[in-house]
């Protein structure tokens, strides 16, 4: 029996998890799952476990989404100097710099599409963390065809859902990131870790990071996959669901809503 090129294992990267899922054809249907704890030694990811039940999977190729506690964002306010690429590069460089230290050093810059007069958005992923989901695809002779961030990827389902100026907050386990948006560009970005229990601190760090954006009257969207929805107190905000799409249903399927939805 041949193949279909688009069976695939995806795989999400969490603060404290990785999931996967092997889906197999074109309507995606889903053969396995699995949920392992991840280690971390010396900063280098160690994916040994999943090494090991990627052995039983017939896939031919490797996708990859990663938390917002291992990617780190800029917002490039446009200027025409970002019509370089090189110069916006270096931008985006000096700002993780900046930020960050020495440590942004070792890590890998992608930038969103030019498009003149608009922002565009840095993501930086350490160096090491690439060399080993490369070196995790090389084992299992797999192709590995993207890693993309976690936050863009939930952005991109729901953004036609945000007003004009809005708040968007992507809440997964262990991790809250809150983008500033207006007319459908990010303007800024908070991004931290979610203390337990997130359903009683979600309210207020959502609240601080409104105040600290100096957007406290701004309409607030949450988005969180694989949670209930929990009562929010006094915060007033509106809850948003990733769509639907082929081999994913997010009423039921919100366990695993990381690799298949995002």
Known sequence: MLLSFADRVVIAVGAESVSAVYLKGWGRRRVAEARFALKVHDGVPDFAELATWLADCKARQLEVVLSSAWVRFAVLSWQPALSSEAVSLDFASSLFSEQYGDTSANWQITLSPLRPGHSRVASAIDTRWLAALQALADQRKLKLVSVRPLLASVFNRVADKLAGEALLAVVEPRRLA??????GEWVNLYNRMLPEPWERRLPGLITQASAALDALTTPVFIAAPVFERPELGRLS?????????????????REWALCLGC
Do not use: E, M, Y
């Open 178 to 183: 809150l983008i500033q948006v207006r007319n």
């Open 237 to 253: 905000a509106t809850w948003l669901r990733l769509p639907p799409q082929r081999g994913f249903d997010p009423r039921s399927d």
